[in-house]
């Protein structure tokens, strides 16, 4: 089935890391992705990672996927206020985009 | 170049009535896809457009719920006649055919808001 689960908060401090977890179910996905959606605007695509990596990172961005345990994590380091926002884990089947409920990042000064 | 357009931003409307979402996508993206999140949950699939051609509508919830792209440009979402669990936010998305991260650029949403 196709299933793919986040916690729905996560609340920092100003310069901490953040790290938002989620869970999928379908061990065929190609790719699985963070999008990010800040009040009012649309999803932004933050980064994405193809099945056969381990690891990605990209700037205060870095990945990690565990494909034996279907776990994928996003760790954003030095979170600032700006990081503020809802992030969306998906994973890709069969063209579509299967999403998480969304974490909702707070970001406090 | 521009991004994916979704009119209107917001609508509210009585339950039983119509409406009627547009999304405009990058211009030359083949694909066209949209996608909702009810109350706060999940984003979910509705459908996938090939140029003009449904390439899947798994994920349209029923038969109020009417889906057109004449022309293989701009895309329209009708809900009619509406229902409260119509709610949320329907996001539209557009991508070229060949990418293979399946890239896909998402309009801002139009929020809906059935009473």
């Known amino acids: 089935g196709e299933d793919v689960e986040q916690s729905l908060f996560l609340s920092v401090r100003e310069g901490d890391s953040s790290v938002i977890n989620c869970t999928y179910t379908d061990s065929s996905s190609t790719y699985l992705y963070w999008y990010k959606q800040e009040p009012g605007a649309g999803l932004q695509l933050l980064t994405y990672i193809f099945s056969n990596m381990d690891m990605k990172q990209d700037q205060r961005l870095t990945v990690l996927l565990n494909k034996k345990d279907k776990h994928l994590s996003l760790r954003i380091a030095d979170t600032q206020t700006g990081d503020s926002a809802i992030y969306f884990c998906a994973e890709s089947i069969e063209g579509k985009l299967i999403f998480g409920q969304g974490t909702e990042l707070s970001v406090k000064p | 170049e521009a991004g994916v357009t979704q009119f209107p931003s917001h609508s509210v409307i009585e339950k039983g009535q119509t409406v009627t979402l547009r999304c405009d996508p990058i211009s030359g993206h083949d694909n066209l896809y949209w996608y909702r999140r009810v109350m706060g949950k999940e984003i979910k699939f509705l459908l996938h457009?090939?140029?003009?051609?449904?390439?899947?509508e798994s994920g349209m919830p029923n038969n109020r719920f009417l889906a057109e792209r004449t022309g293989g440009t701009y895309s329209t979402l009708k809900v009619q006649p509406a229902e409260l669990e119509d709610s949320g936010v329907y996001f539209c998305a557009s991508s070229h055919t060949g990418q293979g991260y399946y890239g896909y650029t998402f309009g801002s949403g139009t929020r809906l808001t059935v009473v």
């Open positions: 457009f090939v140029k003009e051609s449904k390439q899947d």
